[in-house]
């Protein structure tokens, strides 16, 4: 079974807290992504990494940074978390297949962060 | 740019209703379209799936036609039971390559009562 873990399912942080939220695959695969997601948003791509050290802003990069130094961890930080950030955050990763069309994202259980 | 919009919900229905949301998109050329299910207290997973025009992704009683004419991908299930209770998903790939980036609807929520 592909798995795809997050650090926390709850966490409360302070205005002006740094925050890191982790995730990891266990899939050895290479693409890894953050999304917030909002009621009546959908998901919002944050950022993507489609290998170690390399990453890429999503749709909604401003106020976060990510981190992958190694394949199967993906870290996602709140520099200076804002009560705008609240949201639930979910981790994604998938294959890179070249020649392929898509491949399947498998997604964490996601992190409700309240910033208070 | 590319987008998708899917019908406000939530939907409710009674058990072995029939279930349609609908999802239509715009994107420059042939995107690949996906339908996505969270159930409760989870990640989402993959319902189903469309890469070119007329396809059919069909999964757990759920099917999808991909409609290029009407730029639609709407969800429809014959007899829907308590256990589909969840938020729905419809997504397009944007871009080409590899890395499989998706942009998502707003979600439909479903509640099936007994």
């Known amino acids: 079974d592909v798995k795809v873990t997050q650090s926390s399912r709850y966490l409360v942080k302070r205005t002006g807290e740094k925050v890191f939220l982790e995730c990891v695959q266990d899939?050895?695969?290479?693409?890894m992504f953050w999304y917030r997601q909002d009621p009546g948003l959908g998901l919002r791509l944050i950022y993507f990494s489609y290998d170690v050290k390399m990453k890429e802003k999503g749709d909604i990069p401003e106020g976060y940074s990510v981190s992958r130094e190694k394949k199967e961890r993906f870290s996602l930080i709140l520099e200076s978390a804002s009560t705008n950030q609240t949201s639930m955050y979910l981790c994604?990763?998938?294959?890179?297949?070249?020649?392929?069309?898509?491949?399947?994202?498998?997604f964490g259980p996601g992190t409700r962060l309240t910033v208070l | 740019g590319d987008s998708v919009t899917q019908m406000e919900g939530p939907v409710t229905l009674s058990e072995e209703a029939f279930l349609t949301i609908n999802c239509t998109y715009t994107a420059t050329g042939y995107p690949s379209l996906f339908w996505y299910v969270q159930y409760p207290g989870e990640g989402l997973q993959l319902l189903l799936k469309a890469t070119k025009a007329d396809d059919k992704g069909s999964n757990k009683g759920f099917e999808a036609t991909y409609r290029k004419e009407t730029t639609s991908f709407h969800l429809e299930k014959g007899s829907v039971q308590v256990s589909d209770s969840a938020v729905y998903f419809c997504a397009l790939k944007w871009g080409s390559g590899n890395t499989g980036k998706l942009i998502f609807g707003q979600g439909t929520t479903l509640q099936v009562k007994p």
């Open positions: 899939m050895d695969h290479e693409n």
């Open positions: 994604a990763s998938s294959f890179f297949q070249r020649g392929s069309s898509y491949n399947e994202q498998f």
